[in-house]
């Protein structure tokens, strides 16, 4: 991937229409993307049928294909990467789920996917609907998963894109998995 500032100067200049940048954008993110994309795959069941190229290129498009975003620079474009990769991969599972007939949900181990202690899968669909409810009670911390969990971001990332200090959003980070590993023990 080309330098932050590179793709900072393509983030902006695809920004105000520069059809070259948009172009370029796609080869200067796509390693990334991919990696992040194989990430959330090497988290789902080993039988899925959706590849981490295909969820790449799905996400992708999605991003282009949106109205013209006002990129804040490189953590900004793979918060909003990550939180198109959830919809594609929920959708997937949706839909797979649909087509079975109550099996197929796409499953993931809970205690890799957010490092918590918890010993039982979860699928997508039941991180879905937390996140839902999470949204509810606090967006801001529904982002925070979703950057976290779907678009691999670190946690110095998140920060920047929220314009948090890097200590508030760790202390945030550590209660909302506290919230997580509740709502997903319950079920």
């Keep these: 991937m080309k330098g932050r500032e590179d793709l900072t100067h393509l983030l902006t200049a695809a920004s105000a229409g520069d059809r070259g940048a948009l172009d370029a954008l796609l080869p200067a993110v796509y390693a990334e993307l991919r ?46 990467a990550s939180l198109i990769m959830r919809r594609v991969l929920v959708d ?61 971001l670190s946690v110095e990332e998140v920060a920047a894109v929220l314009g948090t200090p890097k200590r508030t959003l760790e202390a945030e980070w550590s209660l909302i998995k506290a919230w997580l590993r509740r709502e997903l023990m319950v079920r």
């Design 35 to 80: 990696r992040r994309a194989a990430s959330l795959m090497r988290r789902e069941r080993g039988e899925h049928t959706l590849q981490p190229t295909a969820l790449v290129h799905e996400a992708f498009l999605q991003l282009i294909e949106s109205e013209r975003v006002d990129w804040k620079g490189r953590a900004h474009f793979f918060a909003v």
């Design 92 to 152: 997937h599972a949706r839909t797979r789920l649909s087509d079975k007939r109550g099996g197929g949900a796409t499953r993931v181990s809970i205690d890799r996917a957010l490092s918590l202690s918890v010993e039982r899968d979860t699928d997508v669909l039941d991180i879905d609907r937390a996140l839902q409810k999470l949204a509810a009670l606090d967006p801001r911390h529904a982002e925070i998963v979703s950057m976290r969990f779907f678009g691999g």
